[in-house]
Protein backbone atom coordinates (compact mmCIF):
# COMPACT_ATOMS: atom_id res chain seq x y z
CA UNK A 1 0.00 0.00 0.00
CA UNK A 2 2.57 2.69 0.94
CA UNK A 3 4.67 1.66 -2.49
CA UNK A 4 1.33 2.59 -3.96
CA UNK A 5 1.22 5.81 -2.66
CA UNK A 6 4.31 6.28 -2.62
CA UNK A 7 4.06 5.84 -6.64
CA UNK A 8 0.67 7.98 -6.99
CA UNK A 9 2.29 10.77 -5.48
CA UNK A 10 5.12 10.90 -7.84
CA UNK A 11 2.62 10.22 -10.72
CA UNK A 12 0.54 12.44 -9.51
CA UNK A 13 2.91 16.20 -10.43
CA UNK A 14 4.90 14.58 -12.78
CA UNK A 15 6.69 17.62 -13.93
CA UNK A 16 8.27 17.68 -10.76
CA UNK A 17 9.12 14.51 -10.90
CA UNK A 18 10.52 14.21 -14.17
CA UNK A 19 12.94 17.44 -13.57
CA UNK A 20 13.88 15.82 -10.34
CA UNK A 21 15.12 12.79 -12.60
CA UNK A 22 16.44 14.56 -14.96
CA UNK A 23 18.43 15.93 -12.22
CA UNK A 24 19.15 12.90 -10.46
CA UNK A 25 20.31 11.81 -14.36
CA UNK A 26 22.85 14.48 -15.08
CA UNK A 27 24.20 14.48 -12.16
CA UNK A 28 24.62 10.76 -13.12
CA UNK A 29 25.69 11.32 -16.32
CA UNK A 30 28.40 13.77 -15.08
CA UNK A 31 29.87 11.58 -12.79
CA UNK A 32 30.27 8.37 -15.34
CA UNK A 33 31.18 10.99 -18.31
CA UNK A 34 33.59 12.08 -15.87
CA UNK A 35 35.42 8.74 -15.16
CA UNK A 36 34.89 7.31 -18.51
CA UNK A 37 36.58 10.18 -20.20
CA UNK A 38 39.72 9.66 -17.54
CA UNK A 39 39.37 5.45 -18.34
CA UNK A 40 39.06 6.60 -22.20
CA UNK A 41 42.08 8.48 -22.00
CA UNK A 42 44.25 5.98 -20.57
CA UNK A 43 42.96 3.37 -22.68
CA UNK A 44 43.48 5.44 -25.69
CA UNK A 45 47.06 6.11 -24.29
CA UNK A 46 47.68 2.50 -23.75
CA UNK A 47 46.35 1.26 -27.13
CA UNK A 48 48.91 3.60 -28.86
CA UNK A 49 51.58 2.76 -26.57
CA UNK A 50 51.40 -1.03 -27.08
CA UNK A 51 51.39 -0.11 -30.71
CA UNK A 52 54.58 0.74 -31.02
CA UNK A 53 55.80 -2.33 -30.73
CA UNK A 54 58.91 -1.68 -28.17
CA UNK A 55 59.82 -4.02 -25.09
CA UNK A 56 61.18 -1.25 -22.96
CA UNK A 57 60.74 2.77 -22.22
CA UNK A 58 63.49 4.19 -20.89
CA UNK A 59 62.61 7.95 -19.75
CA UNK A 60 64.34 10.84 -17.60
CA UNK A 61 64.94 10.76 -14.24
CA UNK A 62 62.14 12.44 -12.40
CA UNK A 63 59.59 12.42 -15.12
CA UNK A 64 56.02 11.50 -14.79
CA UNK A 65 54.83 8.10 -16.85
CA UNK A 66 52.23 9.57 -18.13
CA UNK A 67 53.81 12.83 -18.97
CA UNK A 68 52.94 14.54 -22.01
CA UNK A 69 55.55 17.48 -22.08
CA UNK A 70 59.51 18.52 -22.26
CA UNK A 71 62.54 16.81 -23.79
CA UNK A 72 64.95 16.35 -21.34
CA UNK A 73 67.00 13.75 -22.04
CA UNK A 74 69.71 13.59 -24.23
CA UNK A 75 69.34 11.78 -28.11
CA UNK A 76 73.00 10.00 -26.96
CA UNK A 77 71.34 7.74 -25.17
CA UNK A 78 69.73 5.97 -28.26
CA UNK A 79 73.05 5.32 -29.71
CA UNK A 80 74.04 4.48 -26.35
CA UNK A 81 71.33 1.95 -25.78
CA UNK A 82 71.01 0.69 -29.41
CA UNK A 83 74.63 -0.51 -28.54
CA UNK A 84 73.47 -2.86 -25.30
CA UNK A 85 73.97 -6.29 -25.22
CA UNK A 86 70.79 -8.14 -26.53
CA UNK A 87 69.24 -4.90 -27.91
CA UNK A 88 67.92 -5.00 -31.46
CA UNK A 89 66.65 -1.38 -32.08
CA UNK A 90 66.33 1.95 -30.23
CA UNK A 91 63.89 4.33 -31.21
CA UNK A 92 63.63 8.04 -29.99
CA UNK A 93 60.75 10.11 -29.76
CA UNK A 94 59.46 13.91 -28.58
CA UNK A 95 56.16 14.94 -27.34
CA UNK A 96 55.07 18.64 -27.64
CA UNK A 97 51.67 19.58 -26.20
CA UNK A 98 49.94 22.53 -28.19
CA UNK A 99 47.13 22.70 -27.26
CA UNK A 100 44.68 21.63 -24.32
CA UNK A 101 45.13 17.38 -24.38
CA UNK A 102 46.46 17.70 -27.67
CA UNK A 103 50.02 16.70 -28.27
CA UNK A 104 52.74 16.84 -31.33
CA UNK A 105 54.83 13.56 -31.19
CA UNK A 106 58.05 13.93 -33.36
CA UNK A 107 59.97 10.34 -34.31
CA UNK A 108 62.53 8.92 -36.72
CA UNK A 109 60.10 7.47 -39.04
CA UNK A 110 62.35 5.26 -40.48
CA UNK A 111 63.52 3.65 -37.34
CA UNK A 112 60.00 3.83 -35.52
CA UNK A 113 58.55 1.55 -39.34
CA UNK A 114 61.10 -1.09 -38.27
CA UNK A 115 60.58 -1.00 -34.92
CA UNK A 116 56.34 -1.02 -35.16
CA UNK A 117 55.94 -2.18 -38.65
CA UNK A 118 55.14 1.50 -39.76
CA UNK A 119 51.79 3.21 -39.85
CA UNK A 120 48.45 1.73 -41.67
CA UNK A 121 47.80 4.93 -44.25
CA UNK A 122 44.19 5.35 -44.99
CA UNK A 123 44.96 7.64 -47.30
CA UNK A 124 48.04 9.49 -48.47
CA UNK A 125 51.43 8.67 -46.93
CA UNK A 126 54.60 9.82 -45.16
CA UNK A 127 55.79 13.17 -44.60
CA UNK A 128 58.20 13.83 -47.60
CA UNK A 129 58.67 17.78 -47.13
CA UNK A 130 59.66 19.59 -43.69
CA UNK A 131 56.62 20.90 -42.90
CA UNK A 132 54.69 17.38 -44.00
CA UNK A 133 52.11 16.18 -40.87
CA UNK A 134 50.68 13.01 -40.51
CA UNK A 135 47.39 12.60 -38.39
CA UNK A 136 45.18 9.51 -37.34
CA UNK A 137 41.56 9.17 -38.67
CA UNK A 138 39.96 10.47 -35.03
CA UNK A 139 41.49 13.76 -35.41
CA UNK A 140 40.84 14.15 -39.35
CA UNK A 141 37.35 13.81 -38.51
CA UNK A 142 37.14 16.02 -35.45
CA UNK A 143 39.18 18.70 -37.29
CA UNK A 144 37.65 17.74 -40.96
CA UNK A 145 40.93 17.13 -42.38
CA UNK A 146 41.99 15.35 -45.50
CA UNK A 147 44.96 14.82 -47.50
CA UNK A 148 46.53 17.77 -48.55
CA UNK A 149 44.61 19.81 -46.23
CA UNK A 150 46.34 23.20 -44.04
CA UNK A 151 46.66 22.38 -40.63
CA UNK A 152 48.58 25.45 -38.40
CA UNK A 153 50.15 24.36 -35.16
CA UNK A 154 52.85 25.57 -32.75
CA UNK A 155 52.75 29.21 -35.19
CA UNK A 156 53.46 26.97 -38.49
CA UNK A 157 51.28 25.94 -41.62
CA UNK A 158 51.67 22.23 -42.22
CA UNK A 159 50.39 20.01 -44.93
CA UNK A 160 48.57 16.81 -44.12
CA UNK A 161 50.59 13.96 -46.34
CA UNK A 162 48.58 10.95 -44.98
CA UNK A 163 46.14 10.20 -42.50
CA UNK A 164 46.42 7.05 -40.57
CA UNK A 165 44.85 4.25 -38.95
CA UNK A 166 44.88 5.11 -34.62
CA UNK A 167 46.06 3.06 -32.10
CA UNK A 168 49.77 3.26 -32.45
CA UNK A 169 52.22 6.25 -30.84
CA UNK A 170 50.13 9.52 -31.51
CA UNK A 171 47.29 11.22 -33.16
CA UNK A 172 49.81 13.80 -35.05
CA UNK A 173 53.20 12.90 -36.08
CA UNK A 174 56.12 14.85 -37.51
CA UNK A 175 59.72 13.96 -38.03
CA UNK A 176 61.27 14.13 -35.19
CA UNK A 177 64.32 16.82 -36.43
CA UNK A 178 61.25 19.27 -37.47
CA UNK A 179 60.01 18.86 -34.39
CA UNK A 180 63.25 19.26 -32.28
CA UNK A 181 64.36 22.36 -34.58
CA UNK A 182 60.46 24.34 -34.50
CA UNK A 183 60.78 23.91 -30.47
CA UNK A 184 64.58 24.73 -30.15
CA UNK A 185 65.23 21.26 -28.33
CA UNK A 186 67.45 20.10 -30.92
CA UNK A 187 69.15 16.71 -29.77
CA UNK A 188 66.52 15.99 -27.12
CA UNK A 189 63.88 13.16 -26.48
CA UNK A 190 61.05 12.52 -24.38
CA UNK A 191 61.73 9.06 -24.33
CA UNK A 192 63.04 5.86 -25.77
CA UNK A 193 62.03 2.85 -27.12
CA UNK A 194 63.42 -0.22 -26.82
CA UNK A 195 63.25 -3.30 -28.69
CA UNK A 196 65.17 -6.63 -27.46
CA UNK A 197 66.21 -9.68 -29.75
CA UNK A 198 63.94 -11.56 -28.23
CA UNK A 199 61.24 -11.64 -25.55
CA UNK A 200 63.36 -13.91 -22.91
CA UNK A 201 65.74 -11.30 -23.16
CA UNK A 202 63.68 -8.49 -21.85
CA UNK A 203 64.02 -8.92 -18.07
CA UNK A 204 68.27 -8.86 -18.77
CA UNK A 205 68.08 -6.19 -20.53
CA UNK A 206 65.79 -4.34 -18.23
CA UNK A 207 68.15 -5.29 -15.50
CA UNK A 208 71.10 -4.06 -17.45
CA UNK A 209 69.83 -0.71 -18.22
CA UNK A 210 68.70 0.12 -14.99
CA UNK A 211 72.06 -0.32 -13.34
CA UNK A 212 73.54 1.20 -15.81
CA UNK A 213 71.14 4.29 -15.94
CA UNK A 214 70.39 4.68 -12.05
CA UNK A 215 67.31 7.27 -11.40
CA UNK A 216 66.56 6.69 -15.23
CA UNK A 217 62.53 5.53 -15.56
CA UNK A 218 62.99 2.20 -17.06
CA UNK A 219 60.02 0.00 -17.54
CA UNK A 220 59.08 -3.14 -19.69
CA UNK A 221 56.20 -1.84 -22.04
CA UNK A 222 54.07 -4.39 -20.12
CA UNK A 223 54.69 -2.44 -16.74
CA UNK A 224 54.62 0.71 -18.60
CA UNK A 225 51.25 0.03 -20.06
CA UNK A 226 49.88 -1.20 -17.15
CA UNK A 227 51.07 2.44 -15.20
CA UNK A 228 48.47 3.90 -17.43
CA UNK A 229 46.02 4.00 -14.75
CA UNK A 230 43.83 6.38 -12.94
CA UNK A 231 45.79 6.40 -9.60
CA UNK A 232 49.12 7.05 -12.04
CA UNK A 233 47.54 10.62 -13.22
CA UNK A 234 48.62 13.23 -10.90
CA UNK A 235 45.65 15.08 -9.70
CA UNK A 236 43.29 12.73 -11.75
CA UNK A 237 41.74 10.50 -8.61
CA UNK A 238 41.74 14.01 -6.69
CA UNK A 239 39.31 15.48 -9.68
CA UNK A 240 37.11 12.39 -9.80
CA UNK A 241 36.72 12.43 -5.64
CA UNK A 242 36.00 16.05 -6.06
CA UNK A 243 33.38 15.50 -9.13
CA UNK A 244 31.60 12.83 -6.61
CA UNK A 245 31.69 15.15 -3.75
CA UNK A 246 30.21 18.45 -6.21
CA UNK A 247 27.53 15.11 -7.32
CA UNK A 248 26.52 14.45 -3.61
CA UNK A 249 26.41 18.18 -3.26
CA UNK A 250 24.13 18.58 -6.47
CA UNK A 251 21.70 15.61 -5.76
CA UNK A 252 21.46 17.00 -1.97
CA UNK A 253 20.46 20.25 -3.35
CA UNK A 254 17.87 19.03 -5.89
CA UNK A 255 16.47 16.84 -3.38
CA UNK A 256 16.17 19.00 -0.81
CA UNK A 257 15.01 21.89 -3.06
CA UNK A 258 12.17 18.80 -4.18
CA UNK A 259 10.91 17.39 -1.24
CA UNK A 260 11.01 20.62 0.78
CA UNK A 261 8.41 21.83 -1.92
CA UNK A 262 5.83 18.42 -1.79
CA UNK A 263 6.65 18.46 1.87
CA UNK A 264 4.86 22.22 1.61
CA UNK A 265 2.38 21.50 -1.13
CA UNK A 266 1.73 18.45 1.00
CA UNK A 267 0.74 19.74 4.12
CA UNK A 268 -2.68 18.80 4.44
CA UNK A 269 -2.31 15.33 2.93
CA UNK A 270 0.60 14.68 5.58
CA UNK A 271 -2.06 15.96 7.75
CA UNK A 272 -4.78 13.71 6.97
CA UNK A 273 -2.45 10.57 7.31
CA UNK A 274 -1.54 11.96 11.02
CA UNK A 275 -5.30 11.72 11.32
CA UNK A 276 -5.68 8.53 9.84
CA UNK A 277 -2.50 7.80 12.97
CA UNK A 278 -0.22 7.45 10.57
CA UNK A 279 3.13 7.82 13.25
CA UNK A 280 6.45 10.22 11.77
CA UNK A 281 7.89 6.94 10.77
CA UNK A 282 5.62 6.08 8.45
CA UNK A 283 5.68 9.97 6.96
CA UNK A 284 9.10 9.81 6.86
CA UNK A 285 9.06 6.57 4.78
CA UNK A 286 6.99 7.65 2.01
CA UNK A 287 9.24 10.24 1.94
CA UNK A 288 12.70 8.81 2.02
CA UNK A 289 10.61 5.70 -0.56
CA UNK A 290 9.99 8.51 -2.87
CA UNK A 291 12.84 9.76 -2.88
CA UNK A 292 14.83 6.63 -3.24
CA UNK A 293 12.49 5.73 -6.28
CA UNK A 294 13.21 8.68 -7.96
CA UNK A 295 16.90 8.26 -7.18
CA UNK A 296 16.84 5.24 -8.98
CA UNK A 297 14.80 6.26 -11.64
CA UNK A 298 17.16 9.52 -12.06
CA UNK A 299 20.75 6.97 -11.86
CA UNK A 300 19.13 4.88 -14.71
CA UNK A 301 18.24 8.39 -16.93
CA UNK A 302 21.78 8.73 -15.96
CA UNK A 303 23.32 5.84 -17.51
CA UNK A 304 21.59 6.22 -20.35
CA UNK A 305 21.94 9.68 -21.05
CA UNK A 306 26.04 8.61 -20.30
CA UNK A 307 26.11 6.83 -23.24
CA UNK A 308 24.14 9.67 -25.60
CA UNK A 309 27.15 12.24 -23.75
CA UNK A 310 29.71 9.50 -25.09
CA UNK A 311 28.14 9.27 -28.79
CA UNK A 312 28.46 13.24 -28.91
CA UNK A 313 31.97 13.20 -27.86
CA UNK A 314 33.03 10.44 -29.96
CA UNK A 315 30.81 12.11 -32.78
CA UNK A 316 32.63 15.58 -32.57
CA UNK A 317 35.55 15.85 -30.73
CA UNK A 318 37.07 11.79 -30.35
CA UNK A 319 40.30 12.86 -31.23
CA UNK A 320 40.70 15.05 -28.16
CA UNK A 321 38.74 13.35 -25.46
CA UNK A 322 38.07 10.17 -26.00
CA UNK A 323 35.72 8.37 -23.61
CA UNK A 324 34.50 5.02 -22.58
CA UNK A 325 31.40 3.41 -20.97
CA UNK A 326 32.28 2.28 -17.43
CA UNK A 327 29.14 -0.45 -16.09
CA UNK A 328 31.88 -1.17 -13.30
CA UNK A 329 30.97 2.73 -12.10
CA UNK A 330 27.14 2.68 -12.42
CA UNK A 331 26.31 1.00 -9.27
CA UNK A 332 28.67 3.53 -7.40
CA UNK A 333 27.53 6.27 -8.82
CA UNK A 334 23.85 5.81 -8.37
CA UNK A 335 24.78 4.67 -4.91
CA UNK A 336 26.51 8.69 -4.70
CA UNK A 337 23.13 9.82 -6.33
CA UNK A 338 20.79 8.04 -4.14
CA UNK A 339 22.86 8.89 -0.93
CA UNK A 340 22.99 12.42 -1.62
CA UNK A 341 19.19 12.31 -2.52
CA UNK A 342 18.48 10.68 0.51
CA UNK A 343 20.35 13.06 2.74
CA UNK A 344 18.30 15.64 1.04
CA UNK A 345 15.31 14.28 2.27
CA UNK A 346 16.63 14.02 5.83
CA UNK A 347 15.45 17.69 7.17
CA UNK A 348 12.19 17.98 4.55
CA UNK A 349 11.34 14.59 5.56
CA UNK A 350 11.94 15.72 9.14
CA UNK A 351 9.80 18.57 8.76
CA UNK A 352 6.92 16.41 7.71
CA UNK A 353 7.59 14.11 10.40
CA UNK A 354 7.03 16.63 12.82
CA UNK A 355 3.85 18.35 11.71
CA UNK A 356 1.14 19.28 13.91
CA UNK A 357 -1.79 17.62 12.21
CA UNK A 358 -4.47 20.25 13.38
CA UNK A 359 -2.33 23.07 11.74
CA UNK A 360 -1.40 20.94 8.74
CA UNK A 361 -5.78 20.14 8.43
CA UNK A 362 -6.21 23.74 8.50
CA UNK A 363 -3.40 24.85 5.50
CA UNK A 364 -4.91 25.86 2.75
CA UNK B 1 -27.28 1.96 22.92
CA UNK B 2 -25.38 0.90 26.28
CA UNK B 3 -25.81 3.21 29.48
CA UNK B 4 -21.85 2.90 30.08
CA UNK B 5 -20.19 6.15 28.56
CA UNK B 6 -17.81 5.64 25.95
CA UNK B 7 -16.55 9.58 26.50
CA UNK B 8 -16.22 11.44 29.62
CA UNK B 9 -14.61 14.72 29.98
CA UNK B 10 -14.14 16.28 33.10
CA UNK B 11 -13.49 20.27 33.71
CA UNK B 12 -11.23 20.17 29.89
CA UNK B 13 -9.60 23.30 29.66
CA UNK B 14 -7.67 24.52 26.52
CA UNK B 15 -5.38 27.45 25.99
CA UNK B 16 -3.29 28.62 23.15
CA UNK B 17 -0.55 30.92 22.75
CA UNK B 18 -1.31 33.28 20.01
CA UNK B 19 1.37 35.67 19.94
CA UNK B 20 2.01 37.38 23.07
CA UNK B 21 -1.55 36.45 24.25
CA UNK B 22 -3.49 33.33 25.83
CA UNK B 23 -6.90 32.64 23.85
CA UNK B 24 -9.19 29.94 26.28
CA UNK B 25 -10.50 27.65 23.72
CA UNK B 26 -12.22 25.56 26.34
CA UNK B 27 -12.93 26.78 30.20
CA UNK B 28 -13.92 23.72 31.81
CA UNK B 29 -16.14 21.48 29.67
CA UNK B 30 -17.99 18.54 31.39
CA UNK B 31 -19.74 16.11 28.98
CA UNK B 32 -20.47 12.43 28.71
CA UNK B 33 -21.38 10.01 25.90
CA UNK B 34 -23.20 7.01 25.63
CA UNK B 35 -21.76 4.04 23.77
CA UNK B 36 -23.86 4.18 20.61
CA UNK B 37 -25.40 7.61 21.24
CA UNK B 38 -25.42 9.97 18.33
CA UNK B 39 -24.75 13.21 19.64
CA UNK B 40 -24.40 16.56 17.67
CA UNK B 41 -22.65 19.41 19.04
CA UNK B 42 -23.87 23.13 17.98
CA UNK B 43 -22.11 26.48 18.68
CA UNK B 44 -21.03 29.31 17.22
CA UNK B 45 -17.60 30.18 15.67
CA UNK B 46 -15.37 30.42 18.33
CA UNK B 47 -17.06 28.44 21.06
CA UNK B 48 -14.78 25.54 21.15
CA UNK B 49 -16.78 23.19 19.75
CA UNK B 50 -13.76 22.38 17.09
CA UNK B 51 -11.19 22.50 19.86
CA UNK B 52 -13.15 19.77 21.76
CA UNK B 53 -13.33 17.91 18.40
CA UNK B 54 -9.42 17.57 18.39
CA UNK B 55 -8.90 16.34 21.93
CA UNK B 56 -11.50 13.77 21.78
CA UNK B 57 -10.15 12.67 18.54
CA UNK B 58 -6.50 12.69 20.21
CA UNK B 59 -4.88 15.34 17.81
CA UNK B 60 -4.11 17.65 20.47
CA UNK B 61 -4.14 17.43 24.37
CA UNK B 62 -6.38 19.36 26.87
CA UNK B 63 -4.21 21.96 29.02
CA UNK B 64 -6.12 20.72 32.02
CA UNK B 65 -8.90 18.15 32.91
CA UNK B 66 -9.15 14.68 32.15
CA UNK B 67 -10.48 13.02 28.93
CA UNK B 68 -11.60 9.60 28.67
CA UNK B 69 -12.06 7.90 25.42
CA UNK B 70 -13.03 4.09 26.39
CA UNK B 71 -11.81 3.84 29.37
CA UNK B 72 -8.10 5.80 28.11
CA UNK B 73 -7.15 9.09 29.69
CA UNK B 74 -6.00 11.23 26.82
CA UNK B 75 -4.84 13.99 29.14
CA UNK B 76 -1.86 11.14 30.04
CA UNK B 77 -0.67 9.50 27.29
CA UNK B 78 2.48 10.81 24.87
CA UNK B 79 2.12 11.65 21.05
CA UNK B 80 3.02 8.21 20.66
CA UNK B 81 -0.28 6.91 22.02
CA UNK B 82 -1.91 9.69 20.93
CA UNK B 83 -1.05 8.37 17.59
CA UNK B 84 -1.70 4.64 17.85
CA UNK B 85 -5.16 5.65 19.37
CA UNK B 86 -6.09 7.35 16.31
CA UNK B 87 -5.31 4.21 14.39
CA UNK B 88 -8.29 2.42 15.75
CA UNK B 89 -10.17 4.09 18.24
CA UNK B 90 -11.26 7.69 16.35
CA UNK B 91 -12.77 7.85 12.83
CA UNK B 92 -12.78 11.39 11.43
CA UNK B 93 -15.04 12.68 8.81
CA UNK B 94 -14.00 16.47 7.57
CA UNK B 95 -16.17 19.54 6.40
CA UNK B 96 -13.99 19.15 3.17
CA UNK B 97 -13.82 15.24 2.96
CA UNK B 98 -9.72 15.63 3.15
CA UNK B 99 -8.76 12.77 0.92
CA UNK B 100 -5.33 11.83 -0.29
CA UNK B 101 -6.17 13.21 -4.16
CA UNK B 102 -3.38 11.14 -5.31
CA UNK B 103 -5.36 7.49 -4.35
CA UNK B 104 -8.23 6.18 -5.56
CA UNK B 105 -11.87 5.87 -3.65
CA UNK B 106 -10.99 2.07 -2.61
CA UNK B 107 -7.60 2.86 -1.73
CA UNK B 108 -8.37 6.01 0.30
CA UNK B 109 -9.91 3.43 2.64
CA UNK B 110 -7.24 0.99 2.36
CA UNK B 111 -4.08 3.04 3.51
CA UNK B 112 -6.39 3.70 6.84
CA UNK B 113 -6.63 0.02 6.93
CA UNK B 114 -2.52 0.15 6.36
CA UNK B 115 -1.60 2.87 9.15
CA UNK B 116 -3.92 0.44 11.38
CA UNK B 117 -1.63 -2.53 10.36
CA UNK B 118 -4.72 -4.58 9.69
CA UNK B 119 -4.48 -7.95 9.08
CA UNK B 120 -6.48 -8.22 5.91
CA UNK B 121 -9.12 -10.73 7.08
CA UNK B 122 -12.82 -10.33 5.47
CA UNK B 123 -14.79 -7.78 7.48
CA UNK B 124 -18.41 -8.39 6.65
CA UNK B 125 -19.37 -5.17 9.35
CA UNK B 126 -17.82 -2.79 6.72
CA UNK B 127 -18.71 -4.92 3.78
CA UNK B 128 -22.40 -3.83 5.26
CA UNK B 129 -21.08 -0.44 6.03
CA UNK B 130 -19.90 -0.10 2.38
CA UNK B 131 -23.79 -1.29 1.20
CA UNK B 132 -25.14 1.26 3.13
CA UNK B 133 -22.79 4.19 1.62
CA UNK B 134 -23.88 3.18 -1.62
CA UNK B 135 -20.36 3.99 -3.42
CA UNK B 136 -19.47 0.21 -4.52
CA UNK B 137 -19.41 1.08 -8.01
CA UNK B 138 -16.95 4.71 -7.62
CA UNK B 139 -14.60 2.88 -5.33
CA UNK B 140 -11.75 2.97 -8.75
CA UNK B 141 -12.04 6.79 -9.07
CA UNK B 142 -9.50 9.36 -7.60
CA UNK B 143 -11.50 11.71 -5.74
CA UNK B 144 -11.18 14.50 -8.24
CA UNK B 145 -13.64 12.37 -10.63
CA UNK B 146 -15.76 11.96 -7.67
CA UNK B 147 -18.95 14.43 -6.27
CA UNK B 148 -18.78 16.09 -3.19
CA UNK B 149 -21.72 13.69 -1.77
CA UNK B 150 -19.47 10.76 -3.07
CA UNK B 151 -16.30 11.91 -1.50
CA UNK B 152 -18.02 12.61 1.66
CA UNK B 153 -19.36 9.20 1.60
CA UNK B 154 -15.74 7.59 0.84
CA UNK B 155 -14.71 9.73 3.40
CA UNK B 156 -17.33 7.95 6.11
CA UNK B 157 -16.08 4.85 5.02
CA UNK B 158 -12.55 5.60 5.28
CA UNK B 159 -13.31 6.38 9.08
CA UNK B 160 -15.02 3.42 10.16
CA UNK B 161 -12.94 1.26 8.16
CA UNK B 162 -10.98 0.34 11.35
CA UNK B 163 -14.06 0.05 13.79
CA UNK B 164 -13.38 2.97 15.55
CA UNK B 165 -14.75 3.44 19.05
CA UNK B 166 -16.18 6.78 18.25
CA UNK B 167 -17.08 8.62 14.52
CA UNK B 168 -16.47 12.28 15.00
CA UNK B 169 -17.36 14.11 12.04
CA UNK B 170 -16.88 17.76 12.01
CA UNK B 171 -19.97 19.78 9.74
CA UNK B 172 -19.53 17.07 7.13
CA UNK B 173 -22.53 18.58 5.32
CA UNK B 174 -20.81 21.93 5.16
CA UNK B 175 -20.04 21.84 1.47
CA UNK B 176 -22.68 19.88 0.22
CA UNK B 177 -26.32 20.68 -1.21
CA UNK B 178 -29.55 19.80 0.15
CA UNK B 179 -29.68 16.45 -1.49
CA UNK B 180 -26.47 15.30 -0.82
CA UNK B 181 -26.77 16.70 2.86
CA UNK B 182 -29.49 14.68 3.57
CA UNK B 183 -27.91 11.60 2.17
CA UNK B 184 -24.76 11.64 4.19
CA UNK B 185 -27.16 12.67 7.32
CA UNK B 186 -29.19 9.55 6.87
CA UNK B 187 -26.06 7.39 6.14
CA UNK B 188 -24.73 8.43 9.06
CA UNK B 189 -27.78 8.21 11.13
CA UNK B 190 -27.70 4.44 9.32
CA UNK B 191 -24.42 4.12 11.01
CA UNK B 192 -25.38 4.61 14.39
CA UNK B 193 -28.36 2.81 14.23
CA UNK B 194 -27.98 -0.13 12.12
CA UNK B 195 -24.46 -0.91 13.72
CA UNK B 196 -24.14 1.04 16.86
CA UNK B 197 -21.55 3.11 15.59
CA UNK B 198 -21.41 5.94 18.84
CA UNK B 199 -21.09 9.01 16.56
CA UNK B 200 -20.15 12.93 17.87
CA UNK B 201 -20.95 15.34 15.13
CA UNK B 202 -20.36 19.09 15.16
CA UNK B 203 -23.04 21.53 12.82
CA UNK B 204 -23.71 25.21 12.63
CA UNK B 205 -27.19 24.19 11.09
CA UNK B 206 -30.02 23.13 13.56
CA UNK B 207 -32.04 21.23 11.18
CA UNK B 208 -28.51 18.80 11.07
CA UNK B 209 -28.49 19.08 14.41
CA UNK B 210 -31.71 17.01 15.12
CA UNK B 211 -30.39 14.28 13.24
CA UNK B 212 -28.99 13.66 16.93
CA UNK B 213 -30.01 11.56 19.94
CA UNK B 214 -29.03 14.39 21.81
CA UNK B 215 -27.94 17.97 21.17
CA UNK B 216 -25.08 19.65 23.15
CA UNK B 217 -24.32 23.31 22.84
CA UNK B 218 -21.30 25.45 23.38
CA UNK B 219 -20.94 28.88 23.70
CA UNK B 220 -17.56 30.69 24.81
CA UNK B 221 -15.68 27.61 25.64
CA UNK B 222 -18.31 26.15 27.69
CA UNK B 223 -21.28 23.78 27.50
CA UNK B 224 -24.17 26.21 27.72
CA UNK B 225 -27.36 23.35 27.15
CA UNK B 226 -27.72 20.26 26.65
Known amino acids: ?88 LAVGSMNYPVSGLTVVTGIDLPQFNRMSGGFRYLSGGPPRAPRDIVVDSYYAQQNDLHVGSNLKLMNTNWRVSGIIEPGKLARIVVPLNVLQELTGSEGKLTQIYVKVDKPADINPVLAHLKKELPGFQIFSMREFISMFSVSNVPGLQA ?8 SVVVGFLVVFLSMYTAVLERTREIGILKALGASPFYILNILFRETFLVGVLGSAAGIGLSYLSRFLIMTFVPAT ?9 WPIAA ?13 PGWRAARQDPIEAL ?3 | MSNAPIIEARDVRKIYRVGDVDVHALRGVDLSVRRGEFLTLVGPSGSGKST ?22 LSRISDAERTELR ?20 DNIAIARHIARWNGERDEQFERALELLGIADRLHHKPRELSGGEQQRVAIARAIVNHPAILLADEPTGNLDSANSQAV ?29 RIVRMLDGRICSE
Open chain 2, 52 to 73: LFHILGGLTAPTSGHVLVDGRD
Open chain 1, 321 to 329: IPTIIVPDW
Open chain 1, 362 to 364: SYE
Open chain 1, 1 to 88: MINKLVVENLRFRPVRTMLSILAIGVEVMMLLTIVGLSRGMLADSRERASGIGADIVIRPPGSTVIGMSSAPLSEKYVAWAAAQPHVA
Open chain 2, 185 to 213: LAIIRDLNERLGQTILMITHDAAVAAYGH
Open chain 2, 87 to 106: KRMVGFVFQKYNLLPTLSAA
Open chain 1, 335 to 347: ATAIGGALMGAVY
Open chain 1, 239 to 246: FIAVVIGL
